[in-house]
């Protein structure tokens, strides 16, 4: 059987990295085999990507040519590590994937969704994650969280309307398709936020997941 691909997603600081750490602890509990891995990158020519895309430059990144870096890492990704490990029946949790896209660059760039979904059709077809957890804060709380962590890369130096405009699109995808998008109040205290994954992963696992 197909393995289920599960994406999480949402603005910055939002405690993806935090969590991703507790929902492997849930799929080791549940016995299920499993690959934990990120966007952008997640090989070693993505994660190269990655660099690129991250790394404070001098040179402006015209919109089109992050977008397609994005897609570029995305299509190694699936061909080398997503669709593999679906196909032999492991879960793939997955820091962040095309919904993404839609939010930074569709978005936050003002790209619009046509390019993007254009691409989206060309590197991965029909295929979509199963579950889509959205954690969400109030913008200000969540570049407070990450604020505390690091260096702030490109992106993470975007003013606070961007991130509003990327986290507006998030909530819209989530409102669009309540099915496969879950929202997780992420403003909580952590043990909060983790007893909702869990109650959410539990539902997926006993409804959506037939296996
Ligand atoms: N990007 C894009 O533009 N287009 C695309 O298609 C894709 C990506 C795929 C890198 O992503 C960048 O790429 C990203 C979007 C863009 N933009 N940025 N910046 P990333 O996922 O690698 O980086 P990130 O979004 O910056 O994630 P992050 O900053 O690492 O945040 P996080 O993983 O969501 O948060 P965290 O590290 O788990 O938590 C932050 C802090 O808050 C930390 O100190 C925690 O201990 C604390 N925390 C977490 N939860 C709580 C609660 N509940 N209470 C209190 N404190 C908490």
């Given at each position: 059987m197909r393995g289920r691909f599960i994406?999480?997603?949402g603005t910055e600081g939002v405690g993806k990295t935090t969590n991703i750490e507790y929902?492997?602890?849930?799929?080791?509990?549940?016995?299920?085999?499993?690959?934990?891995?990120?966007?952008?990158?997640?090989?070693?020519?993505?994660?190269?990507?990655?660099?690129?895309?991250l790394a404070n430059r001098e040179?402006?990144?015209?919109?089109?040519?992050?977008?397609?870096?994005?897609f570029a890492g995305r299509a190694q990704h699936i061909d080398q590590v997503i669709e593999p490990q679906l196909?032999?029946?492991?879960?793939?949790l997955?820091?962040?994937?095309?919904?993404?896209t839609y939010a930074y660059q569709g978005a936050g760039r003002e790209m619009g969704n046509e390019l993007i979904a254009s691409l989206e059709t060309m590197v991965h077809a029909s295929m979509r994650p199963d579950l889509t957890l959205?954690?969400?804060?109030?913008?200000?709380?969540?570049?407070?969280?990450?604020?505390?962590?690091?260096e702030p890369?490109?992106?993470e130096l975007e003013k606070t309307d961007f991130f509003n405009r990327v986290r507006n699109a998030y909530l819209s995808m989530a409102e669009q398709n309540p099915q496969?998008?879950?929202i997780i109040d992420a403003s909580k205290t952590l043990e909060f936020v983790q007893q909702q994954i869990a109650y959410t992963l539990n539902n997926f696992l006993t409804t959506d997941h037939n296996g």
């Open positions: 994406t999480i997603e929902i492997k602890q849930w799929l080791d509990t549940n016995h299920i085999s499993f690959v934990s891995t990120r966007e952008p990158g997640g090989t070693p020519l993505a994660e190269e990507i990655r660099e690129l895309l040179e402006k990144v015209c919109s089109k040519a992050e977008l397609l870096m994005m196909a032999a029946g492991n879960w793939v997955c820091d962040r994937f095309t919904d993404a959205v954690l969400d804060v109030p913008v200000e709380l969540g570049l407070e969280r990450a604020g505390k962590r690091s890369d490109r992106f496969r998008y879950k």
